[in-house]
């Protein structure tokens, strides 16, 4: 799976866009990104996935650029809920075990 | 029925001792992965199962025994564990091993080994 890099902490105010980056240089064409969440002590929570194209769902939007190198994850109006461990895991179709990087720590603050 | 869970929430036991760890699902999903998180650090994979069959083994100490009785089960059996072998234990689930989609995590077992 290819290496991704994200910032290892970001804040982000109540109510406001929540805009995390992750870079994936090495991505090859076959290879998926997805986002998986942990909030504090409980399990990773799937939150979207994509190939090329944008994806929207009900938790968050995936904008992922033409050359493939780099993709954002928005939450559309972050909550103090939506405080978690943030990981954005690139992975070929065959093999859907994850290979989890360090992932960012986003604080939503009142 | 989208829930993995997992039994204990909290374990605690000697480097003596056997246990085991317990993982279920009813979502009809064929692969189950055990994941290991130490503090502050991202889940590591540990064992894949497809099918009921072990399929990835990530050079996992034989201390540490996994089994899957029936395609809802999954067990880690543990004896003869280390300090440094305290963590969160994750159990996953997804609809097959491979191809796209997105993995079921249960809560996890939080271990402590004295």
């Known amino acids: 799976d290819a290496k991704t890099t994200q910032p290892p902490s970001m804040d982000c105010a109540e109510g406001r866009a929540a805009n995390l980056p992750c870079n994936h240089s090495?991505?090859?064409?076959?290879?998926?990104v997805y986002w998986y969440r942990q909030i504090h002590s409980q399990g990773p929570q799937y939150i979207i996935h994509?190939?090329?194209n944008n994806e929207t769902n009900e938790m968050a939007s995936l904008i992922i650029t033409e050359d493939r190198k780099s993709s954002t994850l928005i939450l559309p109006h972050a909550t103090l809920r939506d405080t978690a461990v943030y990981y954005c895991i690139v992975r070929v179709t065959g093999r859907r075990a994850l290979t989890f990087g360090s992932g960012t720590r986003l604080q939503v603050q009142p | 029925d989208t829930e993995v869970t997992q039994t204990p929430k909290h374990l605690v036991m000697g480097m003596t001792n056997k246990k085991s760890l317990k993982c279920e699902q009813h979502m009809g999903h064929r692969a189950m992965y055990w994941y290991k998180q130490k503090a502050k650090k991202p889940p590591e994979l540990m064992f894949v199962?497809?099918?009921?069959?072990?399929?990835i083994n990530e050079s996992v100490p034989s201390r540490f025994s996994p089994e899957c009785p029936n395609s809802s089960l999954l067990n880690l059996h543990l004896h003869a564990l280390q300090p440094e072998d305290s963590a969160l234990y994750l159990c996953?689930?997804?609809?097959?091993?491979?191809?796209?989609?997105?993995?079921?995590f249960g809560p996890g077992t939080r271990l402590t080994v004295l």
């Open positions: 996953a689930s997804s609809h097959t091993a491979s191809g796209v989609g997105e993995q079921f």
């Open positions: 199962y497809s099918y009921e069959k072990l399929s």
């Open positions: 994509g190939l090329k």
């Open positions: 090495t991505i090859s064409g076959n290879e998926y």
